[in-house]
């Protein structure tokens, strides 16, 4: 009679004791032995002087990742990992959107492998070129900064006008009023939160040494901030103005834009903004910074004042955002095949998600403090205000509690425990809906256990086989 214990081994030790390999190689390295160790490992084609001495330091660095992983895996009280079953990308209690597994791996093959900067620029040039065309870019540490050192040049000598309606704080990126206060140049707000009145642009646009300050998402619907939009670079352009979008909602691909009306870079800059500024921690899933491309007489000058002071993405964060940035206009294109990114989330057949609610519903149905359990259409913002003007369709599984719904939160408190997760539910009237737009297909079979509050024991006694 044996234990095996059924949850992932929270170290390499729990698998194979330590200090049994220790002693084993200890043995192998006596004279005695050495040498006959040695004579057969080069029958075998291993030619290495040392390959004791090299199967030790494999060990110790296997030992430290698999000791990370299962950590990682197993989650603390302190930090659970989430699983996002709100149906939103930004949730409220989430300061930004998961990086995308192509960024990460790009942002830790930078760190840990030789390159110059030089051919890392170069091939972010070539990525930039093949999207934009002959529009300049260059890749700053935060929105923040772009916003600061744009604003703060001659461009904006005469004043900064950004409207109530734009001036907005946004969530995951932050205030933009405040950003735009950071300038060296005077800032002018106008009109009112539900918008701006055409003689009011005209008043406050004067001279072509100003800057206009557009932000999306703001206040407004769709419909208006389209409108509001438009008054407002032609406005900009009677008078030679420049026009700056900070487009938090932005995005790179065509399917995105045309499926949800999130605005499009590239259109952005083909009807009249000069420089369009695409946060990276955003819809591109990459890590922190600020991607900005438009006009080269103002991005030359942006350049070199962020060179100067140091605020140039680099290095490992510029591979990341770059690889983001690539991955969010292809996304699901080979090699670069990214299913966990929020492009490719947002893009999946709603027959696929469907399909896997009426699985679960299944599944769920009956178990512990479940009563019934049936697939249902949902319907959840983007995110909090601001986002809240995008609605994302989905299907999900909603949850008919056995008794009360106080029984059934208890049950989902204790799978939470049990597997280190914490899951974000939509609570209705009498009921939870869970929406699986985001939560990725791999994570089923843990958000059943979650649910049904029946995660895994510390051990289990068996007699010699495996767990089912």
């Given at each position: 009679m044996v234990k095996i214990p059924r949850q992932f081994p929270r170290r390499l030790d729990d698998i194979i004791p330590t200090a049994t390999v220790e002693k084993l190689l200890d043995v192998l390295q006596q004279p005695d032995i050495a040498g006959k160790v040695r004579e057969a490992l080069h029958k075998v084609g291993l030619q290495d002087a040392a390959p004791l001495d090299k199967f030790r330091e494999a060990w110790q660095q296997a030992r430290?990742?698999?000791?990370?992983?299962?950590e990682s895996v197993t989650g603390g009280a302190s930090h659970p990992r989430v699983l996002n079953a709100s149906g939103q990308i930004l949730s409220s209690s989430l300061s930004a959107i998961p990086w995308g597994a192509t960024a990460a791996y790009e942002f830790a093959k930078a760190a840990t492998d030789y390159q110059s900067s030089a051919s890392l620029q170069r091939q972010v040039d070539d990525m930039v070129g093949r999207l934009f065309g002959s529009y300049e870019s260059a890749w700053l540490g935060s929105t923040a900064e772009a916003l600061r050192i744009l604003s703060s040049g001659p461009v904006g000598s005469e004043g900064i006008i950004v409207s109530r309606v734009d001036a907005v704080r946004i969530a995951g990126l932050g205030d933009v009023r405040s950003m735009l206060q950071a300038s060296a140049n005077r800032l002018l707000d106008i009109g009112a939160a539900n918008g701006v009145r055409t003689e009011e642009w005209k008043a406050a646009l004067t001279g072509s040494r100003q800057l206009v300050v557009?932000?999306?998402?703001?206040?407004?619907?769709?419909?208006?901030?389209?409108?509001?939009?438009?008054?407002?670079?032609?406005?900009?352009?009677?008078?030679?103005?420049?026009?700056?979008?900070?487009?938090?909602d932005g995005t790179v691909n065509h399917s995105l834009a045309e499926h949800y009306a999130f605005p499009s870079v590239q259109h952005s800059l083909e009807t009249g903004a000069d420089v369009v500024i695409l946060p990276t921690q955003l819809l591109t899933a990459g890590p922190a910074g600020a991607f900005v491309v438009g006009e080269a007489k103002l991005l030359a000058p942006l350049k070199l004042a962020a060179e100067n002071i140091g605020v140039l993405l680099n290095g490992a964060a510029l591979a990341?955002?770059?690889?983001?940035?690539?991955?969010?206009?292809?996304?699901?294109?080979?090699?670069?095949?990214?299913?966990?990114?929020?492009?490719?989330?947002?893009?999946?057949?709603?027959?696929?998600?469907?399909?896997?609610?009426?699985?679960?519903?299944?599944?769920?149905?009956?178990?512990?403090?479940?009563?019934?359990?049936?697939?249902?259409?949902?319907?959840?913002?983007?995110?909090?205000?601001?986002?809240?003007?995008?609605?994302?369709?989905?299907?999900?599984?909603?949850?008919?509690?056995?008794?009360?719904?106080?029984?059934?939160?208890?049950?989902?408190?204790?799978?939470?425990?049990?597997?280190?997760?914490?899951?974000?539910?939509?609570?209705?009237?009498?009921?939870?809906a869970v929406n699986l737009r985001f939560v990725p297909p791999p994570c089923d079979h843990e958000l059943v256990q979650l649910i049904a509050g029946d995660g895994p024991e510390s051990d289990q006694e068996t007699n010699g086989s495996p767990p089912n």
């Open positions: 430290g990742w698999i000791d990370s992983v299962a557009l932000s999306s998402p703001n206040n407004l619907s769709l419909e208006d901030a389209s409108q509001h939009r438009l008054n407002a670079l032609a406005a900009a352009k009677a008078c030679g103005a420049a026009v700056i979008e900070v487009l938090a990341g955002a770059a690889s983001a940035l690539r991955t969010a206009a292809t996304p699901g294109g080979a090699p670069d095949k990214d299913n966990s990114s929020a492009v490719a989330s947002l893009l999946v057949n709603p027959a696929n998600l469907r399909n896997r609610a009426q699985r679960l519903a299944i599944q769920l149905a009956g178990r512990g403090e479940i009563g019934e359990a049936h697939e249902v259409e949902l319907t959840a913002p983007l995110g909090p205000s601001p986002w809240n003007r995008y609605q994302l369709k989905s299907w999900g599984v909603r949850l008919q509690p056995r008794n009360s719904l106080a029984d059934l939160s208890r049950q989902i408190s204790r799978g939470e425990n049990k597997l280190g997760l914490k899951l974000e539910l939509i609570r209705e009237a009498e009921c939870l």
